[in-house]
């Protein structure tokens, strides 16, 4: 079992920039993902950003340049920095967790492990 708590979430005006934090608890077998989906109001979930044991990371195009996952020293928080940020990426993030992905970008059935979502708007 793993349990996953977002923080980080709230407001910002456009161009401004928020630090999202995914709590990890219980056990990841050595092969696993990270990773950030994001589903706006009355849309599907969408992937964002991933990263997986080794620490190699993967962007959608939507976000790549501007948004950076990462994870802290021990492996128990997982980050995702959001630069430049558009309107468009007002949403509630989740964190998600996996053994492993098939296709690329991942959907979200390949995630067993769910937060439970922070809020980001961005507006003016």
């Known amino acids: 079992q793993v349990d996953l708590v977002e923080s980080g979430g709230g407001s910002v005006q456009p161009g401004g920039s928020l630090r999202l934090s995914c709590a990890i608890s219980?056990?990841?077998?050595?092969?696993?993902?990270l990773g950030w989906f994001r589903q706006a109001a009355g849309k599907e979930r969408m992937p964002v950003a991933f990263?997986?044991?080794?620490?190699?990371?993967r962007y959608t195009d939507s976000v790549k340049g501007r948004f950076t996952i990462s994870q802290d020293n021990t492996k128990n928080t997982l980050f995702l920095q959001m630069n430049s940020l558009k309107p468009e990426d007002t949403a509630m993030y989740y964190c998600?967790?996996?053994?492993?992905?098939?296709?690329?970008?991942?959907?979200?059935?390949?995630?067993?492990?769910w937060g439970q979502g922070t809020q980001v708007t961005v507006s003016s």
């Open positions: 219980g056990h990841l077998v050595s092969q696993h993902c």
């Open positions: 990263i997986d044991e080794i620490e190699t990371t």
């Open positions: 998600a967790a996996t053994f492993s992905y098939t296709t690329w970008p991942p959907v979200s059935s390949d995630f067993p492990y």
